[in-house]
């Protein structure tokens, strides 16, 4: 996994400010642009989850990949995240008297 991970080479010819502003307006407008396109095609219930289930990924996969340490908590917060999440989806499929 360490194949994912490498360090950054900035150029040296650009000044950092650029760089800051490239990445804090550019890369996040991207993002909130592609969020909102797929949250327009979400129904509300999924959306939902989506929104709930992004930052566990998040946190997942930078252990798995990026070789971070979870602490047992966050597993154990993580953990309660899905079956919260799962709970959910369960009260709302139930049937309605």
Known sequence: MALLHRSTNWPTGIPPQ???LYLG???AALALLSFSWGAARLTPMALTVATLVE???AVVLAALFLGEQ???WQWV???LLLLS???LGRGLTAPVH
């Open 77 to 79: 917060g993580g953990g």
């Open 55 to 57: 930052p566990l990924t």
């Open 70 to 72: 979870l602490s047992v």
């Open 25 to 27: 307006v550019v890369t």
């Open 85 to 87: 999440i799962w709970g």
């Open 18 to 20: 650029a760089w800051f």
